[in-house]
């Protein structure tokens, strides 16, 4: 059996996918596979053409004994939104939810136990497939459930990380795509990442692609500050919509605090109280410091920005947040689906 406390962010085998079809205008049935391969044309646009978008999504076995998914719709709404900004079909919302449903209810032995403060993550995909060589959506498209047991991804609130911002790379383009969940983001900042990680920093900030003045977010997470009692997030056209960071935002505001979504200069970064990368995998990620180099690699550093480390009010909204997800907390916008 699965030891849950040594569940990191990876692979398990779990009973099943589901996945659906869509060829000739319409989607075929919804199957449930107990195998994670799948057979598709070498000539698939997804493999050539970065024809690609996913979500990321989680539940949770409660305190109450029942299994909450946390806002399945929101996901649902920005892969209908990636989709249609790749040209290709995408499951309606209520095809989307029910399969979720279905995935997670199929998988129920893999959801860790309420104490562990564990999850079972929940990965759909959605590929162009079939048989293409021109440039061009693809009419055959194929959506996917997959689901693993997963712990705190990068040691979650307890484990505050140092972050570099990228000058040397941006990980999307001014009016590009870097607001929408597609592969190619992912593709465009593995490079930093891989440099980063090297130069011992977890995570990259990405500055915004037109001027370099502003803050975007982090590689995989949004970014969000906090200062006299407010939380404070970029309003840019390049940041991915995060829904965990629209839930904490919210969460702030239900809380009593301040919330401003706005540009953010660099300079601003020297008067925060606490800074975090927020996303589904981490919810947060307090950040310790935050380096400003030319080179990510380099020696040298032109400014570093140091934060209290899981400050009082992140860990107040992680508490929170995690509370509703839990059934600890009451939901009161209705943001879980109870199984
Ligand atoms: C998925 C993602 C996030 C986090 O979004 P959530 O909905 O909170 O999981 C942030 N930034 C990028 C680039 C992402 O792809």
Redesign the pocket.
């Known amino acids: 059996m699965i030891d849950w406390s040594k569940l990191a962010f990876n692979y398990t085998k779990t009973n099943t996918m589901v996945c659906a079809s869509y060829k000739e205008g319409k989607w075929g049935h919804v199957e449930s596979r107990t195998c994670d391969d799948i057979t598709i044309s070498s000539l698939s646009a997804s493999l050539h053409y970065g024809v690609e978008c996913f979500e ?2 989680k539940a949770f076995n409660c305190k109450d004994g029942k299994i909450r998914i946390f806002r399945p719709d ?2 649902a709404k ?1 892969l209908i939104r990636s989709a249609n900004y790749l040209g290709i079909a995408s499951p309606s919302e209520e095809m989307f939810v029910e399969m979720v449903k279905q995935v997670v209810l199929e998988n129920k032995e893999f959801i860790p136990p309420y104490e562990t403060r564990a999850s079972l993550y929940i990965r759909p995909t959605l590929i162009g497939i079939g048989p293409q060589l021109g440039v061009k959506p693809s009419d055959e498209v194929l959506f996917m459930i997959m689901v693993a047991p997963v712990g705190a991804y990068a040691g979650g609130i307890d484990a505050p990380v140092p972050a570099v911002i990228s000058r040397e790379y941006d ?1 999307a383009a001014p009016k590009g795509s870097g607001s929408y ?1 597609v592969g190619g ?2 593709a465009a900042s593995l490079y930093a990442g891989i440099q980063a990680k090297k130069a011992g920093y977890p995570a990259v900030l990405y500055l915004d692609p037109k001027e370099n003045k502003f803050i975007d ?6 970014f969000f500050g906090i200062k006299e009692n407010t939380y404070i997030t970029p309003d840019s056209s390049t ?7 629209k839930s904490l935002e919210q969460v702030a505001k239900d809380l009593g605090y301040k919330t401003e979504r706005r540009p953010i200069p660099v300079e601003e970064l020297s008067t925060f109280e606490e800074v975090g990368e ?4 981490v919810v947060i990620t307090p950040v310790a410091r935050i380096d400003d180099k030319p080179s990510i690699c380099g020696e040298e550093c032109t400014k570093s920005y140091s934060y209290q480390a899981a400050g009082p009010i992140s860990r107040k909204l992680y508490n929170h947040l995690t509370g509703i997800q839990y059934g600890e907390v009451e939901d009161t916008h209705g943001w879980c689906v109870v199984l």
Request: aromatic letters at 8%; one cysteine or more; hydrophobic letters at 25%.
């Open positions: 990321g999504l929101e996901n920005r990980r969940k983001n992912y977010e982090f590689s995989s997470s949004n940041v991915l919509p995060s829904i965990t960071n927020c996303g589904t995998a």
